[in-house]
Structures are given as structure tokens and as C-alpha cells.
């Protein structure tokens, strides 16, 4: 069992930046994929980034650029840095953790860029 937990949320203006914290019960080293996800209002959960346990990185479309993901595995910590925020990047951010048999959730944490 892992649980997750995510930090950093808040409200910025458009064009600032929000660093996302995903702090992790235990060791993520084995962890194939530490994602971060979001989700709006009526809309499907989302894949914003992923880091994979060797350090590769992908990302969103609409995303690439403004956005990079880094895990500290000494820290079992998983970050999310957020420049040039736009309003459609208004969401709740989830994290998540998957490897072949494991499957975990953090409980969100709230991002809104006003205009």
C-alpha cells in the first residue's frame, strides 16, 4: 500500500507558477509510473505528465514547454513545477502511482489560474 499525498495547490494569476507536491508513504523506487493527472468539472481525469522509474518524462500537448515532473526518490517525492499558467489549466491535480500490481490515488489538490 502507498498513500499519496499532493501539496501546493492554490490560486495564481495567469503567467505565474505553482510547484505540486506528491509525498509518497513509502519508497517510489520500484514504482514504474508516478503520473500526474487532472480533472475539471464534467470532464474525464485527464494525464498531464508522467515520469517513469528511469527518469523518462512525457507530457501533454498542451502542457509541453509550461510544465515539467521530477521525482526525488530519497524523498519519495514527486513534483510537479507549473510556469506560464493559463486559466484552462484550472483543475483539481491528482497523483498517481502504477506499476504492474499497484494502483494509487492522492486525494487532489485544487489549481485555479484567474485571467
Known amino acids: 500500500q502507498v498513500q499519496l499525498v499532493e501539496s501546493g495547490g492554490g490560486l495564481v494569476q495567469a503567467g505565474g507558477s505553482l510547484r505540486l507536491s506528491c509525498a509518497a508513504s513509502?519508497?517510489?523506487?520500484?514504482?514504474?509510473?508516478m503520473n500526474w493527472y487532472r480533472q475539471t468539472p464534467g470532464k474525464q481525469r485527464e494525464l498531464v505528465a508522467t515520469?517513469?522509474?528511469?527518469?523518462?518524462?512525457d507530457y501533454v500537448d498542451s502542457v509541453k514547454g509550461r510544465f515539467t515532473i521530477s521525482r526525488d526518490t530519497a524523498k519519495n517525492t514527486v513534483y510537479l513545477q507549473m510556469n506560464n499558467l493559463k486559466p484552462e489549466d484550472t483543475a483539481i491535480y491528482y497523483c498517481?502511482?502504477?506499476?504492474?500490481?499497484?494502483?494509487?490515488w492522492g486525494q487532489g489538490t485544487q489549481v485555479t489560474v484567474s485571467s
Open positions: 515520469v517513469t522509474n528511469g527518469g523518462i518524462t
Open positions: 498517481h502511482a502504477r506499476s504492474l500490481l499497484e494502483n494509487y
Open positions: 513509502r519508497s517510489i523506487f520500484s514504482i514504474s509510473y
